[in-house]
């Protein structure tokens, strides 16, 4: 692992793209959460990075050691629940918890459809922001900066 450059940060290299040094792959990029050691004033420091990857490069990165891999959680207490409750009642309310269960299902696939429109309109839009050059505020001289604290003081 190391820093990444200005350059790679503008072209979206490690978030939009695979991190690898070599590899462009821009599909299908798994986030992995990594120990990352480095220096900072002659103090060893670590901290956990995400680091997006492609199918390829996960692989080496995990060829000897399985690295956390950062996914959406979900709920398997309920799961549990349903299971059970589906179990105990009668034959009746079967059909009924079978209703359900496609109700269920069909909102849920609604959920992730909204969700992946969302994740990448918030995608379009962050590369749009480094399409653009950076705005520059202007730097204020020291007498500007006491003027204007000055003014707020006795206002």
Known sequence: MRWRVEAEV????????CASKK???RKKLRTWEVNFGYLEQGEKKNALVKCRLCFECSYKL????KRKELTKKKNKKRKKK?????RSRSSSSE???YRSRKRKAAVDKLEKDK??????DLEAKASNLW?????????????????????DLFL
Request: proline share 2%; glycine share 6%; with cysteine.
């Open 82 to 86: 349903r299971k059970s409750r589906s």
């Open 115 to 120: 969700a992946e429109k969302v994740e990448a």
């Open 23 to 25: 590899c462009e792959d």
């Open 95 to 97: 059909s009924d918890s």
């Open 10 to 17: 503008v072209t979206g290299k490690g978030q939009f793209v």
């Open 131 to 151: 399409s653009k050059p950076a705005e520059k505020e202007e730097e204020k001289t020291r007498d500007d900066v006491l003027d204007e604290f000055l003014g």
């Open 62 to 65: 995990n060829y000897h050691h």
